[in-house]
């Protein structure tokens, strides 16, 4: 798969809903109601996080659910990458992004979100053929006002602002125009997933996917 061909993969599912759930999910049998939770809610891309042993089995379990797009984030080596494949993810997000991972990621067909911190890291980017990337970690990295700076001299890129990414701020990062979506766990808190609390889950899902109504 070529860096063009996986840019627009990449923005097709960013462009699914406004916000991309980031998952951190510690046992399988949360996997599927939460995965069904956060689609009836309507976010329908979900970002599992290989920070967990638990990780690729979730991967697996989440791909089988009826209007889902999983895919794996925090690809790191060319083995997370072969490995979130056979799993079942069908697209991958990086905190960063190295030569070795993107040829991985392109060897194996698998659609990357790479993350880029500065212009420079951008424009590398974009100079390989990757024009949708990951703005991480976002709050930390400048927020809304540096990603708003690089709008201007980079129109061609654009972001999914991830890291630090909330309610409270989210439709700030939204209303820019190099901005396709945010990344965020606040639809999937801790407690309420520990819980079992689907419900409450999907109800802020719901409010996540309709920030840009």
Not at 28 to 53: F, N
Not at 58 to 63: P, S
Not at 75 to 101: H, I, Q, W, Y
């Amino acid at each position: 798969m070529t860096p063009d061909m996986a840019s627009n993969i990449a923005e097709e599912i960013c462009r699914l809903a406004p916000v991309v759930p980031v998952l951190v999910v510690k046992d399988v049998a949360h996997a599927a109601p939460l995965a069904k939770a956060l689609v009836k809610g309507g976010l329908p891309a979900l970002e599992v996080t290989l920070r967990t042993p638990a990780a690729l089995e979730v991967i697996t379990e989440m791909a089988r659910i009826e209007g889902g797009v999983v895919g794996a984030g925090t690809l790191l080596t060319s083995d997370d990458v072969e490995n979130a494949k056979m799993a079942g993810a069908t697209f991958g997000v990086s905190p960063g992004a190295t030569d070795r991972l993107l040829d991985a990621c392109e060897a194996n067909d698998l659609p990357l979100l790479p993350g880029a911190t500065s212009a420079s890291e951008s424009m590398r980017l974009l100079e390989r053929g990757y024009s949708v990337q990951k703005f991480f970690p976002a709050e930390a990295a400048g927020g809304v006002p540096f990603l708003k700076s690089l709008s201007s001299p980079l129109p061609q890129i654009r972001f999914c602002p991830t890291g630090g990414v909330s309610l409270k701020n989210a439709m700030d990062y939204l209303s820019l125009p190099n901005t396709l979506c945010v990344g965020g766990s606040w639809v999937a808190p801790a407690d309420l997933v520990e819980a079992g609390d689907w419900a409450g889950i999907e109800a802020l899902a719901a409010e996540a996917a309709a920030l840009t109504d």
